[in-house]
């Protein structure tokens, strides 16, 4: 049996994906800046694709900016509010200690550069506390960055709060949605969102693209210049089939959102009850404000890597954390931010289920995991000194 459980890290593409992206590679390859109507047909489409986008989150076609995927976005997103704000003498970002790090580096060398950043806490449940949020904004604060879903823990932050917290102080609202766009309901105007990021690969399009979201008047900072394209805040020839593509997975997605997110989310809750069976294990994040599909535990005494190559030895692909960190040997930011201790950080399991999961591979994860955990003790020095009393059980 092979079950890929890691849909967080990547999603398999679509197939509605992949028959709308050929045609863009076959048959109507022009490119999308020349004057002639093969060019323009690649331009027609580029811009339906643009437009479908929009609708999803309740923007304006214009209001769409594509990229080469969320970390991206996230990069521009971030520097341009900052370059908003040093022009009107306002250096203060308000962040939390969970972002992906394409936030929290992109903050690092903004604080390199005179920035101040604050990194709010987000307490043993893996969320932001809206009061904390509003505590922390001073009179120079100029961005506030917020997650919608966390990439490891999956927990959702209460974005339309954040949103209205910001719109009545005049502050650049951004989050990277690239966990939540095509899985949860999204829209930037009811939930007072001024730039987003996102995806594709994450929703079953193509990998290498994504877009960013910026609400209309607020001006962008390039991060590659060269061309005209993008409305000149993005040089270089689009990436018309992976548009494409990313546009028609989008559509697919969200009109099967309901039906997806309800049955990933009961998959979800039997494997966190089957999971939680283990001794000394601990779900992270909160079981209920959490994507459909996250699943994230963990198990102590044992060590997260052998923990993967023994389940991938069953057919089963997971993961322990973000796949950008997955080479570290350094336990996970976003678990030490919740509480956990370095020891029992490392001993950590990422599940993201996909839309076409079943109960029986659920059950199997469940049973494969018992029985890896039950082995790994089995021979871990540090089991043996906590069940012989030599150290205290933390979980």
Not at 4 to 12: I, Q, S, W
Not at 140 to 151: F, S
Not at 239 to 267: C, D, F, Q, R, Y
Request: contains cysteine; proline residues 3%; glycine residues 8%.
């Amino acid at each position: 049996m092979k079950i890929y459980a890691d849909n967080a890290a990547t999603t398999k593409m679509s197939r509605t994906a992949i028959d709308a992206m050929l045609p863009y590679m076959e048959e109507f390859y022009g490119n999308p800046s020349s004057l002639y109507s093969f060019g323009q047909q690649a331009k027609e489409a580029l811009e339906s694709a643009r437009a479908s986008i929009a609708e999803y989150i309740g923007a304006q076609p214009r209001e769409i900016l594509f990229t080469s995927g969320g970390s991206e976005a996230d990069n521009q997103a971030i520097l341009s509010a900052a370059a908003l704000g040093k022009k009107s003498g306002k250096t203060h970002i308000i962040s939390d200690q969970i972002e992906h790090h394409a936030v929290l580096h992109t903050l690092q060398k903004l604080e390199k550069e005179g920035f101040s950043v604050t990194y709010l806490p987000v307490h043993s449940d893996g969320i932001v506390r809206v009061e904390e949020l509003e505590a922390a904004i001073r009179e120079d604060t100029c961005l506030v960055t917020i997650m919608y879903a966390n990439n490891e823990i999956g927990t959702v932050q209460p974005i339309r709060q954040i949103g209205e917290i910001c719109r009545a102080k005049k502050i650049i609202f951004h989050t990277d949605a690239v966990q939540a766009v095509g899985h949860l309901p999204i829209d930037v105007v009811s939930e007072s969102v001024d730039m987003l990021s996102a995806s594709a690969h994450k929703f079953h399009g193509p990998k290498g693209v994504g877009f960013l979201y910026a609400r209309k008047g607020i001006r962008l900072t390039n991060l590659i210049e060269g061309g005209a394209q993008e409305r000149g805040r993005r040089a270089g020839t689009e990436n018309v089939p992976g548009i494409v593509a990313m546009a028609a997975a989008l559509k697919e997605s969200v009109a099967h959102l309901e039906e997806n997110a309800t049955h990933a989310a009961a998959l979800r809750d039997r494997l966190i009850k089957g999971l939680s069976e283990i001794p000394h294990s601990a779900l992270n994040g909160d079981a209920v404000k959490r994507l459909p599909s996250n699943v994230n535990f963990c198990f102590e005494g044992i060590e997260g890597e052998s923990l993967l190559l023994l389940l991938d030895d069953k057919g089963i692909c997971a993961s322990s954390g973000s796949a950008c960190t997955s080479g570290s040997l350094d336990p996970s930011h976003v678990l030490l931010a919740i509480g956990r201790v370095h020891d029992v950080a490392h001993g950590s399991l990422r599940l993201t289920l996909g839309e076409d999961a079943t109960e029986d591979e659920v059950d199997y994860i469940i049973q494969s995991v018992k029985e890896v955990v039950e082995y790994l003790r089995g021979f871990s020095p540090v089991w043996r000194n906590l069940q012989a009393g030599k150290s205290q059980f933390i979980l």
